[in-house]
């Protein structure tokens, strides 16, 4: 007699964990890269970590998937498994429990020089499990100049010190070589190391948090958890893609230019393509100018991080921010391109900013094209007058020497279909994330005055939802001799529109001197002021999406009664008459309507700096 088999039920070690069991691990890894947040928030020395928290934490598991992004600067954590593979590449199985490892090359997976990256291996029971990341932007990192920005650098012998992933601890203690060698290239040598300490207490504390998980629920519950969370997120993102429409846009989108290459201004173009039946947004870059002889090429990392940034923001915030989701991007880049991956040895030291902050909203605003309501326009290009690196001596503390960024001003948020720009948006390399410093504690951390911080009327792109305006500030040297640097942008391309907005406000930047005559600077600034001379910045606003005749002429009141808008802008581009008695502004109905029917009939030309090159469904 033939016996039936049957199928065994799966024993419990192969049965998958259930749903509440992994959102509660999901949530567990998120709170132990909070708590390395907080560390490193409490313990940074440099103004530029304590009040701007420009800074990021992350953990990868040791396949190299990120578990969560969504705690970071973007264009920090958007590719952070990067890091570790550099890691693993450079020293496979030299790799042990008490390790920790730097970097800040950008050859080497890193974001720019600027960004000190420290990560960590976790072991438990002694496996290998995860990595601890922290990255934090320094003041100075033995730059040339006193900044870790180098806009004008020629190739990457001009942008200072170089940790292509090299291993600065040892069962847990510091390799002395390697801290002293970027003591004796840094201006503030114990600013630099209490930065060091307090990023290094990060991914320690990451490294405990992570082996208290794995104490508690075993290390075969996590690792299934790190597949199974990583294949739900995939799923919610083949899911959000089906619900796009099928379709194939090319963009192109200009950058201010600083050299004779491109004298008409460095284009950047990007295609993307949704296929919605695969489940697949594909990102094609290739068609982008070589490495330019400036320090703004991207790296690696800032190129991938800027179209995941793009792509996730229009798939929704349901859809986990991990590699499962991130697989559903396809990105086609090529070595050698500024707009792509650098070939050595072009400069990237301000692969963070600058190009990164048109190619996120290019790639984003191409969705626009494919239905009404995605996609949205640009933010703040560069980094304006009023986020400089500072430098110089303070007479306040014995002529102690500092070096600092400020990020004061950084505004310009975009506007997207629904939604005015967020106020303190920034750039999407940031997305909202860094903090702004106040005027008291810029004027504690260094010998400068901040003589204006104000709204800059009219300064955001007009749009059926407005792009957020730009800051005008003004700053004053107490003392002699205190240096100013700035790799400012969007002066000749400011922030465009999207879906028939206009494009923000430019930036500008002017040194005035005691008399008050002003003289315009570049973007890539370099000033150097004395008591009572001013470093006068004008911020670019963020790009308007929709046809500013829809707005709202109720928001447009209010844009006017809030002194964002100018009533002259309301009439002219908006549409909008309003009554006004004292400060209280009201619609005229009847004239308005009147008025958008005669400007309809005129169809004036909105001026933007993005253009559709193909679009196809």
């Not at 049965?15 to 949530?27: G, N, S, Y």
Request: proline share 5%.
């Amino acid at each position: 007699m033939s016996q039936v088999k049957t199928a065994s039920a799966p024993s419990k070690d192969d049965a998958p964990i259930d749903m509440f069991t992994m959102v509660v691990l999901r949530r567990r890894v998120e709170a132990v890269i909070r708590d390395m947040i907080n560390t490193l928030f409490r313990t940074g020395r440099s103004g530029v970590l304590n009040t701007a928290m420009d800074f990021s934490c992350s953990i990868t598991d040791d396949s190299l998937r990120t578990v969560s992004t969504a705690l970071g600067l973007p264009v920090h954590v958007g590719a952070i498994e990067l890091i570790p593979k550099a890691v693993k590449e450079k020293f496979g199985d030299d790799i042990r429990p008490g390790d920790c490892f730097a970097n800040n090359s950008g050859y080497h997976g890193n974001t720019h020089c600027g960004d000190f990256t420290l990560c960590a291996p976790v072991y438990f029971e002694g496996e290998l499990v995860f990595f601890t990341i922290a990255r934090a932007h320094l003041g100075d990192m033995g730059f040339p100049t006193p900044t870790t920005y180098g806009p004008l650098s020629r190739d990457v012998y001009e942008e200072g010190l170089k940790l292509p992933c090299v291993r600065i601890q040892r069962d847990n203690s510091d390799v002395q070589e390697v801290v002293d060698i970027c003591k004796a290239n840094i201006r503030a040598p114990e600013q630099f190391y209490g930065d060091y300490i307090a990023t290094l207490a990060a991914v320690r504390t990451g490294e405990a948090g992570m082996q208290k998980i794995c104490a508690q629920y075993g290390i075969g519950t996590v690792r299934k958890f790190l597949t199974q969370f990583q294949d739900y997120a995939r799923d919610m993102a083949i899911d959000a893609i089906r619900q796009l429409p099928a379709g194939r846009v090319r963009r192109e989108a200009f950058y201010d230019s600083e050299t004779d290459l491109y004298p008409d201004g460095i284009p950047v173009r990007a295609t993307i393509e949704v296929d919605p039946v695969e489940g697949l947004v594909t990102v094609d870059l290739l068609d982008n100018v070589d490495n330019l002889p400036l320090g703004i090429n991207l790296t690696e990392a800032t190129m991938t991080a800027s179209c995941l940034i793009a792509v996730l923001t229009v798939l929704g915030p349901d859809v986990p921010r991990c590699t499962g989701s991130f697989s559903r991007v396809r990105i086609l880049s090529r070595e050698g391109a500024a707009i792509g991956r650098p070939k050595h040895p072009a400069a990237t030291s301000a692969a963070t900013s600058n190009l990164t902050q048109l190619l996120c909203p290019l790639v984003r605003s191409a969705f626009s094209e494919l239905k009404s309501g995605l996609g949205s326009a640009c933010g703040t290009i560069g980094l304006p007058g009023s986020c400089a690196v500072v430098s110089g001596v303070d007479p306040r503390h014995d002529n102690r020497p500092f070096v600092n960024q400020i990020i004061m001003g950084y505004w310009g948020g975009p506007g997207l279909h629904g939604h005015d720009g967020w106020f303190t948006h920034g750039s999407s390399g940031s997305n909202g994330a860094l903090w702004q410093s106040s005027v008291e504690m810029v004027e504690q951390q260094q010998p400068v005055l901040v003589e204006r911080l104000e709204i800059a009327v009219d300064s955001g792109g007009a749009g059926e939802w407005n792009g957020s305006p730009g800051a005008f500030c003004i700053f004053r040297s107490r003392t002699d001799n205190i240096r100013y640097t700035a790799n400012t942008a969007g002066h000749d391309f400011p922030p465009f529109g999207a879906a028939g907005g206009w494009a923000g406000g430019r930036n500008d930047s002017w040194w005035e001197d005691k008399a008050g005559e002003r003289r315009a600077l570049p973007n890539s600034l370099d000033v150097t002021l004395n008591t009572g001379e001013k470093l006068v910045s004008q911020a670019c606003g963020g790009g308007g999406y929709g046809d500013p005749l829809d707005r709202d002429p109720a928001r447009v009141a209010e844009d006017v009664q809030e002194g964002w808008i100018s009533l002259e802008r309301a009439h002219r581009i908006h549409g909008v008459v309003l009554k006004t008695r004292g400060e209280f502004v009201a619609v005229d109905t009847e004239a308005t309507q009147r008025l958008r029917d005669e400007l309809l009939e005129r169809q004036p030309v909105v001026v933007t700096t993005a253009r559709r090159l193909e679009t196809s469904h």
